[in-house]
């Protein structure tokens, strides 16, 4: 189907880049839906994006029929977690010390995203520290607040809400404090 109005996509201001959340309305041959996710690929004539199922979608600009920018989704709150779940997570991604708990969106608020993230999959290593992702979670032990961001960059686009940080050094308690982490007893 033919664009009939200006591209949706090119009016937003300001433009959008690769590795925003958006939500787009396609319409074409199979009717009108809406694709969310986060663009991976971005040009004159089409644009990619991955949703949180790791499903890519190569759309044509002229099926575009209206855009907008999506913030990560909000997510429950960490604090409420049950700490035997936070536990099991943090055995499964090899990670001890005190569990500190944020929710994504507040981390992410007001930072530009990556135009590139790290592959898809269970596990993924950011200047050293491993990070986890299980459902809603992403784990990791240790770290500073540009490898807790590129984790949580990484991990959303595959659907987490909430970022655990476990750490034993007091020194990284502080800065996940003034990162607007939440130390969980």
């Known amino acids: 189907m033919t664009q009939t109005t200006p591209d949706p996509l090119a009016a937003l201001t300001p433009p959008v880049r690769l590795g925003e959340r958006v939500s787009l309305r396609v319409v074409d041959a199979g009717g009108r839906r809406e694709v969310m996710g986060f663009l991976t690929r971005l040009d004159a004539n089409a644009i990619g994006v991955v949703d949180r199922r790791g499903t890519q979608h190569a759309l044509p600009r002229e099926s575009l029929d ?13 604090t409420a977690t049950p700490r035997d779940l936070l536990d099991d997570l943090a055995a499964r991604a090899g990670a001890s010390g005190t569990p500190w708990v944020a929710r994504i969106s507040a981390l992410l608020a007001d930072r530009t995203p990556p135009a590139a ?69």
């Not at 209206?66 to 960490?78: D, I, K, Q, S």
């Not at 987490?160 to 607007?180: F, K, M, Y």
């Open 117 to 185: 993230v790290p592959p898809w999959g269970v596990a993924a290593e950011f200047d050293g520290v491993r990070a986890r992702c299980e459902g809603e979670w992403v784990t990791l032990e240790g770290g500073s607040e540009p490898v807790w961001v590129a984790a949580a960059w990484w991990a959303t686009r595959m659907g987490a809400r909430s970022i655990q940080v476990r750490a034993s050094e007091p020194t990284i308690g502080a800065a996940l404090a003034a990162s607007g982490f939440e130390p969980l007893g």
């Open 66 to 78: 209206a855009a907008r920018r999506v913030g990560v989704a909000l997510g429950r709150n960490p």
